[in-house]
C-alpha cells in the first residue's frame, strides 16, 4: 500500500511537486524500498556466514560489524539486535574505533591551510568576466594568497577582470596562461568563490604590481563548449522522449566528455537510448545559432519558459541560451557553441543509475565521438574476421554460439558419463566403521567434479564422511564432504578438518560445516594426507 496519495492529498497545496511528480515519487519510494531489502537480505546472509565460521566466539567482531555498515550499509544497530537474537554481543568499542579512523582519514584529505589574502586593491568586491566575447584579455592582480594541502601547495590570484570560466553549472573551470613580462605560469584551474574568480596557479608573477596578460586555452574552452551545448540538447531530448517529469540532477562538463544526471525511475531501453541520440544529432546537424539574453530580469526569464538547472542560484538577474526557443531555452551561465554544427556528432558511451530514481548518461561529441565509432567498427572488422563471415558477424556470432552450445552439451555429458563410471570403482573404496561408510581415495578429477561424485555419494549413504583427493593443472588439492547427521550429532566440521590436512599439501581452503575444500602446492603430500584423513574418519563412531 503506497502512502504517496494520502501525502499529496495532504501535502501538495504546500509541496506542489507531489501532484505533478506523483508517478515518479512513487516509483522511487518503491525503488528505495526494494533497494533496502536486497542491503538487508545480504547483510543478513553475511552475518549467518559469520556466525558459522566463528561457532564459538560470542562476540562480533567490530571490524566486521563496520564492514558491514560501511561497504554494505548495513545499519549496525541491526547488527546488534541480530547479534542479541543469537546470544552474542557486538565490539563496539572497536566499531566505533574504525567509525573513528574513517572520519579522521576525511578530515585529513580536506584539510587545506590558506593563508590570508594579500590584497593590492581593497576597493573590488567582484571579478569582472570578459570570457563569453574573448578569450585574451589584460588585467591586474587584486589579491593573492597561498594554499596548503596534504598533497600539494599552490596560489590563488583575483584579477579585476578575466577571460577565464570559473567552474558552476557543472561547467568545469577554464585552463590557461599568465603573461607577465617573460614570464608564462600555467592556470591550473578557475573557480570562483562569491562574486570573485580565483585563478589557480603554482606560483604568483615575480611583480605582482604590474598588468599581465590572461590567455584561455582556446582547444580546451572549445571542445567544453562543445560538450555543454551538446547537455543542454540531451536534456530537452531526454524530457520529449521519457516524459515531462525529466529534472536535471546534476552534471559535469569538460573537454572530454559530458556527464548527466536526470530523474527517471527505471533503466533506458535500447531503443529509448538511440531515439534520444538520434534527436541530439537531428539537432545539431540542423546547425541552430545560439541565442543568448544576457541580464535578464528573472520574472521575464521564466516567462521564456527557461529551465533552471539543478543545484544553481540565481540572482535578480540571469542570462538565457538557446537552441531553437522551441526546443531548448535554459538558465545557465557557462560557454556555449555559437551554432549546434560546432558540436558535429554526439554518441552516449553509458546509461546507469546512481540512486534511487535518479539517472546518468555520459556521452562523447565531435572528434572523441568518431573516433569510438572507428573504434567499434575496428573492434567489428576482427569479429567478422574470427567468425569467418565477412558479410553479417552477427549471423558468424549466432552460429559460434550455437556450435558452443552444443560442444557444451557434449562436454557435460562425457562429463556425467564420468562421474557415472568413477562412481562405481569409488563404491568398491568405502568402508564401513562403526556403522559410518568412510571414503578417503585419490581420482582423476577437478574440484567441480570432486564435489559433485562426493554429493551423489552423501545422498546413497548415511551417515557418510568421504573425502577425493586430486591432481588438477598439476596442483594439489582435495573435496571433503560429512553428512548432515555427523554434522548435527557429532558436531564434526569439514572447515576444522581441512584446516588439520590443508597443510600436508602446502595449502589452505574453506567452505561450510558439510562441505569444504582446499588447494595446495606441494604433490607429494597427497599420499599422507589421505592416510591422515582414514585415521581421523576411523576414530568417528556413531
Request: overall charge negative.
Amino acid at each position: 500500500v503506497s502512502l504517496v496519495p494520502v501525502l499529496k492529498d495532504q501535502m501538495s497545496m504546500v509541496f506542489p511537486e507531489l501532484a505533478t511528480q506523483e508517478i515518479l515519487i512513487r516509483n522511487v519510494m518503491n525503488e528505495e524500498e526494494a533497494n533496502f531489502l536486497r542491503t538487508l537480505e545480504s547483510g543478513i546472509q553475511k552475518f549467518n556466514i559469520y556466525l558459522e565460521n566463528h561457532p564459538s566466539k560470542g562476540i562480533i567482531d567490530g571490524n566486521f560489524a563496520f564492514e558491514l555498515y560501511d561497504t554494505y550499509g548495513f545499519p549496525v544497530d541491526l547488527t546488534q539486535l541480530m547479534a542479541a537474537e543469537k546470544g552474542w554481543k557486538v565490539d563496539m568499542d572497536s566499531f566505533q574505533r574504525k567509525l573513528e579512523e574513517q572520519k579522521q582519514r576525511s578530515r585529513d584529505d580536506a584539510a587545506i591551510n590558506t593563508d590570508d589574502w594579500v590584497e593590492l586593491n581593497q576597493g573590488l568586491a567582484e571579478t569582472t568576466f570578459v570570457g563569453y566575447d574573448i578569450l585574451e584579455a589584460e588585467a591586474e592582480i587584486i589579491k593573492y594568497r597561498h594554499v596548503t594541502t596534504t598533497k600539494k601547495q599552490y596560489y590563488q590570484i583575483v584579477f579585476n577582470r578575466t577571460p577565464f570560466y570559473a567552474e558552476s553549472g557543472g561547467q568545469v573551470g577554464d585552463r590557461g596562461w599568465i603573461i607577465s613580462g617573460n614570464e608564462e605560469i600555467e592556470v591550473h584551474d578557475t573557480i570562483k568563490e562569491n562574486n570573485l574568480v580565483i585563478h589557480i596557479v603554482p606560483h604568483i608573477p615575480s611583480d605582482v604590481s604590474q598588468p599581465v596578460l590572461l590567455k584561455v586555452d582556446k582547444e580546451k574552452r572549445r571542445l567544453t563548449a562543445n560538450n555543454h551545448s551538446a547537455t543542454h540538447l540531451l536534456h530537452a531530448a531526454l524530457r520529449k522522449v521519457l516524459g515531462s517529469h525529466v529534472e536535471q540532477k546534476g552534471s559535469l562538463v569538460d573537454e572530454n566528455r559530458l556527464r548527466f544526471d536526470f530523474s527517471h525511475y527505471t533503466r533506458l531501453t535500447s531503443d529509448e537510448i538511440l531515439k534520444i541520440e538520434s534527436m541530439v544529432n537531428e539537432k545539431i546537424w540542423e546547425n541552430l545559432k545560439l541565442k543568448e539574453w544576457r541580464n535578464l530580469p528573472m520574472e521575464e526569464a521564466k516567462k521564456m519558459g527557461a529551465m533552471a538547472l539543478f543545484g544553481e542560484k540565481y540572482g535578480e538577474r540571469v542570462r538565457v541560451v538557446a537552441f531553437d526557443p522551441e526546443y531548448s531555452v535554459e538558465l545557465c551561465g557557462g560557454t556555449h557553441v555559437q551554432a549546434t554544427g560546432q558540436i558535429g556528432l554526439i554518441k552516449i558511451v553509458s546509461e546507469t543509475g546512481i540512486a534511487a530514481g535518479v539517472r546518468r548518461i555520459e556521452a562523447i561529441t565531435g572528434a572523441a565521438a568518431v573516433s569510438y565509432y572507428n573504434q567499434q567498427l575496428q573492434i567489428l572488422d576482427e569479429v567478422k574476421t574470427l567468425v569467418k563471415n565477412p558479410v553479417d558477424a552477427i549471423k558468424g556470432v549466432k552460429n559460434l554460439l550455437d556450435e558452443k552450445q552444443k560442444l557444451e552439451i557434449e562436454v557435460e555429458s562425457l562429463r556425467q558419463f564420468k562421474i557415472n563410471s568413477l562412481l562405481e570403482s569409488i563404491i568398491g573404496n568405502i568402508k564401513t566403521t562403526n556403522g559410518i561408510h568412510l571414503l578417503c581415495t585419490k581420482c582423476d578429477v577437478d574440484a567441480q567434479m570432486a564435489k559433485d561424485l562426493l554429493f551423489k555419494l552423501k545422498q546413497q549413504y548415511h551417515p557418510f564422511a568421504g573425502l577425493i583427493a586430486y591432481v588438477h593443472q598439476n596442483k594439489p588439492g582435495f573435496s571433503l564432504i560429512i553428512s548432515d547427521d555427523l554434522v548435527e550429532n557429532k558436531k564434526l566440521d569439514a572447515r576444522e578438518i581441512v584446516k588439520v590436512l590443508s597443510p600436508l599439501i602446502k595449502g589452505g581452503g574453506g567452505g561450510q560445516a558439510g562441505f569444504a575444500t582446499a588447494g595446495g602446492s606441494f604433490l607429494e603430500g597427497l599420499s599422507q594426507l589421505i592416510d591422515v584423513a582414514s585415521r581421523l574418519f576411523s576414530h568417528i563412531d556413531v
